[in-house]
């Protein structure tokens, strides 16, 4: 259903709306913070935006992984409400550059392994300097302010202003950086600058050698590119609606080349699907399923074969997984999230052997998988296949995990009514006792577990 919800609103009147708003931001400090920055003169909003920045570098608290998802939004937000209260575009581009200079202090105050933060940096902050860039007429300024925060990334989080450099700041930018550069170069005395002078003048020259071979390019002349070009290229003649001279271009490319595949695939999708070529989408999607066998790449290839082949199709890769005498555990996820379990149950029984219980992150989500289907059995051969090799490598840091493996067997042996030529969990039980005895410590939190 279509939502109606703003015309409603609208419908209240000013009034009313202004009235409700005022209300939320009496209890909610983010629409407080919203509404002052609309109303607002733009002084106010660079000092506002100011206290903000200075509240980052300050801060000494430290937050952990599981909290960088309210830290990015946080900052987000910052650069957000930058956008709407700051229009002057020497201003904001000032305020922007301040933001990605607190890269330093943020990262030393929080965890970021999952890249959340940093992604503000990249994407986020990165665009709205360009953004205010590219309105600003004082370009001795922008080519300034670009050397100053891109010429120092500790962090890693200023790598994207360097990219496509010509196209986000024009030429006459860019001259006047490679001046500055030179310049930097020739005064500064730190090896270790003069260094980094020198490659950012590099780049800047590699880059613009390419934008000329790209407009080159697409005024006819044969001319070699880079793989990454090559694929902007065929995108720019794809966007004329010429799917021909995109596909050539593609074709172009080392058939090799995997640095790239993502990008190829996704491409020539839209090529094949502008041109109507069903049988070539189809053998696309179905190298990229057969490479990787996922319930996404499975997915995909219906989309485009139909799902009236579905029942066909598996029955067909059922076969050929089947065909590997060896436990992959790709295949057997896939055989679990299309919801094969017989199939599943079968290719576990007949693998066994093969089992690798290193891989301690796709076997306990498929035993988990039987487990909660009822196929204690084969469930209980992937529990014991990590639980041998956790307690064969001595990992002590695991048999926490080993401990829980363990458990999990203690209560599926009961609900096994037949164990086929497998031993029983009594026999497995006691002879992991007797080639482990000496693992006291495991034995002791296998103890505690108990209660």
Same mark, same amino acid.
């Given at each position: 259903?279509?939502?109606?919800?703003?015309?409603?609103?609208?419908d209240?009147?000013?009034?009313?709306?202004?009235d409700?708003?005022?209300?939320?931001?009496?209890?909610?400090?983010l629409v407080?913070?919203?509404?002052?920055?609309?109303?607002?003169?733009?002084k106010?909003?660079?000092?506002?935006?100011k206290?903000?920045l200075?509240?980052?570098?300050n801060?000494?608290?430290?937050?952990?992984?599981?909290?960088?998802?309210?830290?990015?939004n946080l900052?987000?937000?910052?650069?957000?409400?930058?956008?709407?209260?700051?229009?002057?575009?020497?201003?904001g581009?000032?305020?922007?550059?301040?933001?990605?200079?607190t890269? *330093?202090? @943020? $990262?030393?105050?929080?965890? &970021?392994?999952?890249?959340?933060? /940093?992604? =503000?940096?990249?994407h986020?902050?990165?665009?709205?300097?360009?953004?205010?860039?590219?309105?600003?007429?004082?370009?001795?300024?922008?080519?300034?302010?670009?050397?100053?925060?891109?010429?120092?990334?500790?962090?890693?989080?200023?790598?994207?202003l360097?990219?496509?450099?010509?196209?986000?700041?024009?030429e006459?930018?860019?001259?006047l950086?490679?001046?500055?550069?030179?310049?930097l170069?020739?005064?500064?005395?730190e090896?270790?600058?003069?260094?980094?002078?020198?490659?950012?003048?590099?780049?800047?020259?590699?880059?613009?050698?390419?934008a000329?071979?790209?407009?080159?390019?697409?005024?006819?002349?044969?001319v070699?590119l880079?793989?990454?070009?090559m694929?902007?290229? *065929?995108? @720019? $003649?794809?966007?004329r609606? &010429?799917?021909?001279?995109?596909? /050539?271009? =593609?074709?172009?490319?080392p058939a090799?080349?995997?640095?790239?595949?993502?990008?190829?695939?996704?491409?020539?999708?839209?090529?094949?699907?502008?041109?109507?070529?069903r049988?070539?989408?189809?053998?696309?999607?179905?190298?990229?399923?057969?490479?990787?066998?996922?319930?996404?790449?499975?997915?995909?290839?219906?989309l485009?074969?139909?799902?009236?082949?579905?029942e066909?199709?598996?029955?067909?890769?059922?076969?050929a997984?089947f065909?590997?005498?060896?436990?992959?555990?790709h295949?057997?996820?896939?055989?679990?999230?299309?919801?094969?379990?017989d199939?599943?149950e079968?290719?576990?029984f007949?693998?066994?052997?093969?089992?690798?219980?290193?891989d301690?992150?796709?076997l306990?989500?498929?035993?988990?998988?039987?487990?909660?289907?009822?196929?204690?059995? /084969?469930?209980?051969?992937?529990?014991?296949?990590?639980?041998?090799?956790i307690?064969?490598?001595?990992?002590?840091?695991?048999?926490?995990?080993g401990?829980d493996y363990?458990?999990?067997l203690?209560?599926f042996?009961?609900?096994?009514k037949?164990?086929?030529?497998?031993?029983t969990h009594?026999?497995?039980?006691?002879n992991?006792?007797?080639?482990?005895k000496?693992?006291?410590s495991f034995?002791?939190?296998?103890?505690?577990?108990?209660?």
């Amino acid at each position: 259903m279509p939502d109606n919800r703003k015309q409603k609103l609208m419908d209240l009147g000013l009034e009313t709306l202004a009235d409700t708003l005022l209300e939320l931001a009496d209890h909610i400090a983010l629409v407080d913070d919203k509404i002052n920055t609309l109303v607002a003169p733009e002084k106010e909003n660079i000092k506002r935006y100011k206290r903000k920045l200075a509240a980052l570098r300050n801060s000494t608290k430290y937050i952990g992984a599981e909290m960088t998802d309210s830290l990015a939004n946080l900052l987000e937000r910052m650069l957000a409400d930058l956008e709407a209260g700051i229009t002057d575009p020497g201003t904001g581009l000032d305020l922007v550059a301040e933001f990605i200079e607190t890269d *330093a202090f @943020v $990262f030393e105050t929080c965890d &970021d392994s999952y890249g959340t933060v /940093a992604e =503000v940096y990249l994407h986020a902050a990165r665009d709205l300097f360009f953004r205010y860039a590219s309105s600003c007429q004082d370009k001795e300024k922008v080519a300034t302010l670009f050397l100053q925060v891109a010429t120092k990334d500790d962090y890693g989080a200023r790598s994207s202003l360097v990219e496509n450099l010509p196209n986000s700041l024009g030429e006459p930018v860019l001259a006047l950086m490679l001046e500055k550069l030179q310049a930097l170069q020739a005064n500064e005395k730190e090896e270790k600058k003069k260094k980094t002078y020198a490659f950012m003048t590099a780049f800047i020259c590699r880059q613009q050698e390419e934008a000329k071979l790209f407009a080159a390019t697409l005024q006819g002349k044969q001319v070699e590119l880079p793989t990454p070009k090559m694929l902007a290229v *065929a995108r @720019v $003649f794809l966007e004329r609606k &010429d799917a021909g001279s995109a596909l /050539a271009w =593609v074709k172009r490319i080392p058939a090799n080349n995997s640095s790239n595949r993502y990008d190829i695939e996704k491409i020539l999708k839209e090529i094949y699907a502008m041109q109507g070529d069903r049988e070539s989408l189809v053998a696309l999607q179905y190298e990229n399923f057969k490479s990787y066998r996922t319930l996404d790449t499975f997915q995909e290839l219906l989309l485009v074969m139909g799902q009236e082949k579905r029942e066909e199709f598996l029955a067909s890769e059922v076969n050929a997984i089947f065909q590997n005498p060896s436990f992959n555990d790709h295949d057997a996820q896939f055989l679990a999230d299309v919801g094969m379990l017989d199939e599943l149950e079968s290719y576990v029984f007949a693998r066994v052997e093969t089992l690798d219980g290193r891989d301690y992150y796709t076997l306990p989500e498929i035993a988990h998988t039987l487990a909660k289907q009822k196929r204690y059995l /084969a469930s209980s051969l992937l529990y014991r296949s990590l639980l041998d090799s956790i307690m064969e490598r001595a990992y002590v840091k695991s048999y926490h995990h080993g401990v829980d493996y363990l458990r999990a067997l203690d209560a599926f042996a009961p609900l096994v009514k037949d164990w086929k030529t497998f031993p029983t969990h009594n026999t497995y039980k006691t002879n992991l006792l007797l080639e482990n005895k000496r693992k006291t410590s495991f034995w002791n939190q296998y103890l505690k577990s108990k209660g």
